[in-house]
């Protein structure tokens, strides 16, 4: 069974830091472009970041570029989201997938994990 599974969410202030670990079962995340995406309550889900398989190139949406870096460890069939700087409005529920195609466009990822917490108070 495929399977991603988000971890690191928290309560963090202003300011603070998170690492978001997206952690693969079933199939090797070192053939897939992996996708970070974001949804705050009221509001559509935004990309965050992407990671292209093999080259592992990466891009970020305005908005987290030069706070947040995706990374992968393939060792580890695992992908990373670290957070610094954060601000109250990345507040959101962080979701990490799979998929053929390194695109911060949501519906071209076929695999999905169930999404981690993330609370950044003022």
């Known amino acids: 069974q495929l399977q991603l599974v988000e971890s690191g969410g928290d309560l963090v202030h202003s300011g603070g830091s998170l690492r978001l670990s997206c952690a693969a079962s079933?199939?090797?995340?070192?053939?897939?472009?992996i996708g970070w995406f974001r949804q705050a309550p009221g509001k559509e889900r935004e990309a965050v970041a992407a990671i292209s398989s093999g080259e592992s190139k990466t891009h970020y949406a305005d908005s987290v570029e030069g706070r947040f870096t995706i990374s992968r460890d393939n060792s580890k069939n695992t992908v990373y989201l670290q957070m610094n700087s954060l601000k109250p409005e990345d507040t959101a529920i962080y979701y990490c997938a799979a998929g053929d195609f390194y695109s911060m466009v949501d519906h071209l990822y076929d695999y999905w994990g169930q999404g981690t917490q993330v609370t950044v108070s003022s």
């Open positions: 079933g199939f090797s995340l070192n053939n897939y472009n």
